[in-house]
């Protein structure tokens, strides 16, 4: 059975920077997309960015492009998400994800991930 366990979220000023990580258990994701969404208070879950195993493609939400910036190391089975230049408007909860039928591609709809964190709490003060 497959885990997939975020941290490095809490408190942080506007301007500020954080760093995500998501490491899995259970199974390798070394040629698996790994992705990062986010759910705000009220508001439905979205994508924000990925990777792909394959190629080292990435992808994210055109509001956090140029802030954010995703990785993985595989050796770890871990992904990264360093968010900087935060914003209140960034808060939410985080949630990695894994996509066990791309390699080489990402999809932004969450639907096509199987695999879930629990989700780490960022709140971004003004």
């Known amino acids: 059975q497959a885990h997939m366990v975020e941290s490095g979220g809490g408190l942080v000023q506007a301007g500020g920077s954080l760093r995500l990580s998501c490491a899995a258990s259970g199974r390798t994701f070394e040629k698996e997309t790994l992705g990062w969404f986010r759910q705000a208070p009220g508001k439905e879950r979205e994508f924000v960015a990925a990777v792909t195993g394959k190629n080292s493609v990435v992808k994210y939400a055109d509001d956090v492009k140029g802030r954010f910036i995703i990785s993985r190391d595989n050796v770890e089975n871990t992904v990264y998400l360093q968010m900087n230049s935060l914003k209140p408007e960034d808060t939410a909860v985080y949630y990695c994800?894994?996509?066990?039928?791309?390699?080489?591609?990402?999809?932004?709809?969450?639907?096509?991930?199987?695999?879930w964190g629990q989700g780490t709490q960022v709140t971004v003060s003004s």
């Open positions: 994800a894994a996509d066990p039928g791309r390699y080489y591609t990402i999809s932004s709809d969450q639907a096509q991930y199987d695999y």
